[in-house]
């Protein structure tokens, strides 16, 4: 069965250092999600991604952050300058269509910002 | 605005038992309605889905959930809980003006032998 990936799967980081969070969604899937979840509370939306452009954003998803499709496998997900507080789970997500389709979530990269 | 409410942290049922994992919801419009399971050190896996038709819905590991819209519920089901359910519990709901997902707080089931 076709499984979102993403890698790496632990990523530790020192405050100010820049981190590209990479995932390679369900090949036919046309829509693409970032979402985080914070140890010990919810998950959070971040950012959705369809035809090459940003469609979605929380305020979450500052300047500080750019998503992109490099390659056409590929979605990342990019942090400019970490804060501890980005410390957490980053989830990637794709889905065939947006709307009642299911979105499918990869197993997640444990950012660590120290 | 849209939200997801979880009102149990933790739910205790013994194995063989039938469990109930509460959900409610607020939302303009129809709702999309989804049920997320979280292993321990993995992502999301999908279980089931409302979207329209017939209230009670069949998913994944024996999983069902019924839709009460008049008491805006969505409540998991399970008839016969297994150990190996064990895991985070997340409900969620479709955004009906933006293409993302609002999830609860999430509700820990433990299966006793």
């Not at chain 2, 469990?19 to 939302?27: A, M, R």
Request: hydrophobic fraction near 35%; aromatic fraction near 14%; charge should be negative.
């Amino acid at each position: 069965e076709p499984e979102v990936t993403q890698t790496p799967s632990h990523q530790v980081t020192q405050m100010g250092q820049e981190v590209i969070l990479r995932c390679v969604p369900i090949s036919n899937h046309l829509y693409f999600y970032w979402y985080r979840q914070i140890l010990g509370q919810k998950v959070e939306f971040l950012v959705s991604f369809y035809n090459n452009e940003i469609s979605e954003k929380s305020e979450i998803f500052d300047d500080q952050f750019s998503v992109e499709r490099p390659d056409g496998s590929n979605f990342t997900l990019k942090i400019r300058s970490t804060k501890l507080e980005d410390s957490a789970m980053y989830f990637c997500a794709s889905s065939e269509g947006g709307g009642a389709n299911s979105q499918y979530f990869g197993p997640g990269t444990r950012l660590t910002v120290l | 605005a849209q939200s997801v409410a979880q009102p149990e942290d933790q739910v205790n049922v013994a194995e063989g038992n039938p469990l109930t994992v509460k959900c409610t919801y607020s939302v303009s419009g129809n709702p999309y309605l989804f049920w997320y399971v979280q292993y321990p050190n993995r992502g999301l896996q999908f279980l089931l889905k409302y979207i329209t038709g017939d209230n009670l819905v069949k998913g994944s590991y024996g999983f069902e959930a019924e839709f009460n819209k008049s008491q805006t519920s969505f409540h998991l089901k399970k008839p016969s809980a297994l150990v190996s359910d064990s895991a985070l519990y997340f409900c969620a709901v479709r955004d009906p003006l933006a293409d993302k997902l609002i999830f609860g707080t999430g509700t820990r089931l433990q299966v006793f032998p």
